[in-house]
């Protein structure tokens, strides 16, 4: 039996992508976030950020938001905001993926829609 999630509010999924692209450009993993995060202070599980990132919860905690930019070394802000990556606006040429945000990487093959 497929189990059915509410849909992640956009600002939320939006928030939940900038995670996700900055802990990628950086080259960490999902567990290793949730380490880090937990040693600053609040405690999250991997399960948590994939949960997360899958879209299985509706919206992010503000405390996961602000240790993960800790974590991760950027501004809250650039975490909440809704404009696109300064430095390739959130399209990097075809076929490089930009360091800042992590736009253009490819797709796992299993995770192609």
Known sequence: MTREYPQQLPDSAAVVARIRNYRKAQGISAQ???????????????????????GRHQTIPVDLVCAAARVLGVPVAVLLSDTACSVCDDEPPRGFTCNACGAGKPVPEERQP
């Open 32 to 54: 290793a976030l949730a380490d880090a995060i937990t040693a600053d202070g609040y405690r999250c599980l991997r399960s948590t950020l994939a949960n997360h990132e899958g």
